[in-house]
């Protein structure tokens, strides 16, 4: 079922394509833009997809072997 709503909204490209829409409003603008000024928003963007389509369609991101390292705390060991 999960799958399906991930096919139903249009897969991949649909996500990429919202999630970039979505950070170029928000580095437009001037409240919000402080807040990214040191941040790779390429990588931001991707990671963020990536969590979006995980949530989204788990199995199909399962069979593709989508991964993203882990993400660790500041000051945490390990």
Same mark, same amino acid.
């Given at each position: 079922?999960?799958?399906? /709503?991930?096919?139903?909204?249009?897969?991949?490209?649909?996500?990429?394509?919202?999630?970039? &829409?979505?950070?170029?409003?928000?580095?437009?603008?001037?409240? /919000?833009?402080?807040?990214?000024?040191?941040?790779?928003?390429a990588q931001l963007?991707?990671?963020?997809?990536?969590?979006?389509?995980?949530?989204?369609?788990?199995? &199909?991101?399962?069979?593709?072997?989508?991964?993203?390292? /882990?993400?660790?705390?500041?000051? &945490?060991?390990?």
């Open positions: 079922m999960i799958d399906e /709503l991930y096919d139903l909204i249009g897969g991949r490209q649909t996500v990429w394509a919202a999630t970039e &829409s979505f950070y170029r409003r928000v580095f437009a603008d001037d409240k /919000l833009r402080p807040f990214f000024k040191s941040t790779d928003m963007s991707a990671r963020q997809s990536m969590f979006i389509s995980m949530l989204s369609a788990a199995e &199909s991101c399962t069979r593709a072997k989508i991964s993203m390292p /882990l993400m660790r705390m500041p000051g &945490s060991k390990g």
